[in-house]
C-alpha cells in the first residue's frame, strides 16, 4: 500500500456532526451504559476524547489520517486530549478488510516511533470473534456505528489498570453483560450507524 497517498479532504460539517453524534450515543448508551469500559466514563466527562470523520474512501487515504492523527495525539497534553477516535464510514466496510487494514495501522504506529507510547484498538460495526456466528451478542463489545481506529496513551492505560486492578476480568464480564442483555436487547439501545455509507462501486458490466 502506498502510504505517500494524500490525507483525505474534510468530510463536510454536517455530515461529520451526525457520525460523530452516532458515536457519542454509542459511547454513551453502550460503552458507558453497560460499563464495558470502566475508564471511558472519565474522559468523557472531562472533554479528553477527541473525534475524528475521514472522509477516506480506500485504507491508503486512512492510514495518512491515521499518522496526522497519532502525531497530533503525541503532540497534545494528555488533560487537553486523552484519547481519540477516528471514524471511517466510507471505507472499510467488509470486516475482515479492516481487519487486514490494521497491520497498516500498527506500521504506521512503528514508522513514526510512536510504538511504547500509543496504542491502536479497533472498532467495527460488523466485528466478529473467531469461531462465533455473526448474530453472537458477545460480538457487540468490539462493534461501533462505524469502522473506528481508537487511539491511545499507553500511559493513560497503565494508570487506568492500576486504578482498576482487576482489569483483565473486563473480558469476561463483558461477555456476561451481553449475554444477559442478549441481541434484542442490544438493538433497543439504538447504537447504530444513522448516516448512510457509500456504496461500493459496481464493477462495469455488472449489475
Known sequence: MNLATPASPPVPSERAGLVTKDMVRW???????L???????GVHAKGQIHYVVS?????AALAQDLRRELADLAATPAQVRDTTLLMAPDCLHEFLDFNDFLAVAEAVLEELG????LQIASFHPQFQFAGTAADDVTNCT????YPTL?????????RAVQAYPEAEAIYERNMEVLEQLGMPGWQALDVGASVAVAAPETPKGQG
Not at 35 to 41: D, G, I, T, V, Y
Not at 55 to 59: K, L
Not at 150 to 158: M, T
Request: proline share 6%.
Open 27 to 33: 459511547l454513551e448508551q453502550a460503552v458507558i451504559g
Open 150 to 158: 481508537h487511539l491511545l496513551r499507553e500511559d493513560s492505560i497503565d
Open 35 to 41: 460499563n464495558l469500559c470502566p475508564f471511558a466514563k
Open 114 to 117: 510512536l510504538d511504547g507510547t
Open 55 to 59: 472522509a477516506a474512501t480506500d485504507g
Open 142 to 145: 468490539n462493534r461501533a456505528p
